[in-house]
């Protein structure tokens, strides 16, 4: 009975032994197997241990209890260059903007085109110009001159001002029983007008005249119009569309020569034409920025009747050519040769221009 107990307590023993050593052999590491990973540096964010239960026994049951809780870390952003950014998106203070700022390019406009065939029909605002376009018809000679101002109150309004200067005939070719030769005349005329844009291809122009010695008025009334085709062509034309007699005679401001013909009519009691209406139409060829090629024709009314009258009534038609240079931004010359009356040879004549602007 003895020896019975005494095996079975040396069984018990060897088991626990055998038991003990094979724990021993598998915890210790393999050769070659990596070392075990560090833990991560505290970052603040791990999970806080669960309390220990009033009772000793140990927290929490399972794989998961007591290990650190490890955020992920973010993905990479799917527009590494920023080509979607939002440059609206709300952003914290202090944040710099990291993203490319793109400036929208600004164009600078000329206030007044160098090329004729763009120009306006009204001057830009705060804009003077100052020309002046002498010509002459060879038989019978007759020359003139006349200054001409025009200045833009707004892009809409204009005021022009006109003068003859002087004309250059003999009073025996226009002046009934005069045999007086070929002498410089004073000019007497002188005249305001308005011109209003109504729109960016078409105005209204009114015009006064008034002759000195002695005292007539007209009243001259115009239509400009402009129409411009591509980079290269403009037709326009009824700046000059009617001239009435409101005293004595509608003074002209193309021939002084005319106007002393009325002058002396007046004297005579003579009947005087009540005025002309004229339609003309000009055209614009732009070969270059600088140089314009520009013809003019028209068909004038004379005292508003088709027929010779005793007022110097009846169709008149006249045409010009020439072209004009821009010298500088601010300057233009200009030449051209036409006919006053397509009826009468002599009427032809040269005709040259200058502008200036202010």
């Known amino acids: 009975m003895v020896r019975t107990m005494s095996a079975r307590r040396l069984v018990s023993v060897l088991c626990v032994v ?6 021993a052999v598998v915890a210790q590491p393999k050769k070659g197997a990596p070392a075990p990973a560090k833990e991560p540096a505290p970052t603040g964010m ?21 290990s650190a809780v490890q955020m992920a870390e973010d993905p990479p952003p799917s527009d590494m260059e920023g080509t979607n950014e ?5 952003k914290l203070v202090g944040e710099e903007k990291t993203g490319i700022s793109v400036v929208p390019s600004v164009t600078k406009k000329s206030g007044y085109p160098i090329e004729e065939v763009f120009r306006p029909i009204t001057l830009p605002a705060n804009m003077s110009e100052i020309g002046i376009a002498p010509h002459a018809q060879v038989s019978p000679y007759a020359g003139a001159d006349a200054l001409r101002a025009r200045y833009g109150i707004t892009r809409q309004v204009q005021l022009g001002l006109t003068y003859l200067l002087a004309g250059i005939f003999a009073d025996k070719d226009f002046v009934a029983g005069s ?12 005249g305001l007008d308005v011109t209003i844009l109504v729109q960016n291809w078409i105005g209204i122009k009114v015009g ?38 409101l005293s004595k005679f509608a003074p002209t401001f193309y021939q002084e020569a005319a106007n002393v013909q009325n002058a002396k009519l007046v004297e005579n009691n003579s009947v005087l034409s009540k005025g002309f209406l004229r339609f003309s139409a000009y055209g614009v060829y732009q070969h270059k920025p600088q140089l314009a090629i520009i013809g003019r024709l ?61």
């Open 46 to 66: 791990e999970k806080a241990p669960a309390p220990a239960p009033a009772d000793g026994s140990a927290a929490g049951s399972g794989s998961d209890a007591g």
């Open 18 to 23: 055998l038991i003990a050593s094979a724990t």
């Open 179 to 190: 045999s007086a030769g070929t002498k410089v005349h004073p000019g007497k005329a002188v």
């Open 86 to 90: 939002n440059p609206d998106a709300p």
């Open 208 to 245: 006064v005249p008034v002759y000195i010695d002695p005292v007539a008025v007209g009243l001259n009334l115009g239509a400009p119009l402009k129409f411009v085709f591509g980079e290269k062509f403009a037709l326009g034309g009824l700046d000059d569309l009617l001239s009435i007699k």
């Open 298 to 358: 028209g068909v004038t009314m004379n005292d508003f009747s088709t027929t010779k009258s005793d007022g110097g009534g009846g169709l008149v038609t006249f045409l010009r050519a020439g072209f004009q240079y821009t010298v500088k931004k601010r300057v233009d010359l200009g030449f051209s040769l036409g006919f006053d009356d397509l009826a009468r040879a002599g009427s032809f004549g040269p005709a040259g221009l200058l502008n200036v602007r202010i």
